[in-house]
């Protein structure tokens, strides 16, 4: 069984920085495109940012020149770092990632359990 495991939130000022991960645990195959989504109170879940296996990135018009999305294929493992955070921000933050556990497998989106990320003074 695959599982995303997130880390990194918090509560921070707002202008203030916070960096999230995710990785998966289990036993896998390749790891495909990432990427953060996030869902505040009262509102849909919406994309942050995506980024393919080889590095091309994709980010929210919200979010752009202030989140930078970026992966490490050797540990598998997703970044999200968010500078000058707003109150806006606040939400739940939740890795995507799509998974092939095996060669012959196709992949399968797989989602962490979140990790709340609060910006308030």
């Known amino acids: 069984q695959v599982q995303l495991v997130e880390s990194g939130g918090g509560l921070v000022q707002p202008g203030g920085s916070l960096r999230l991960s995710c990785a998966p645990s289990?036993?896998?195959?390749?790891?495909?495109?990432m990427g953060w989504y996030r869902q505040a109170p009262g509102k849909e879940r919406e994309l942050v940012a995506a980024?393919?296996?080889?590095?091309?990135?994709n980010y929210a018009d919200s979010v752009k020149g202030r989140f930078t999305i970026s992966r490490d294929n050797a540990k598998n493992t997703v970044y999200l770092q968010m500078n000058s955070l707003k109150p806006e921000d606040t939400a739940v933050y939740y890795c995507?990632?799509?998974?092939?556990?095996?060669?012959?497998?196709?992949?399968?989106?797989?989602w962490g359990k979140g990790t709340l990320v609060t910006v308030s003074s």
């Open positions: 980024i393919t296996r080889d590095g091309v990135a």
């Open positions: 995507n990632a799509n998974i092939k556990r095996t060669l012959y497998a196709r992949g399968t989106d797989y």
């Open positions: 289990g036993s896998l195959f390749s790891v495909n495109a």
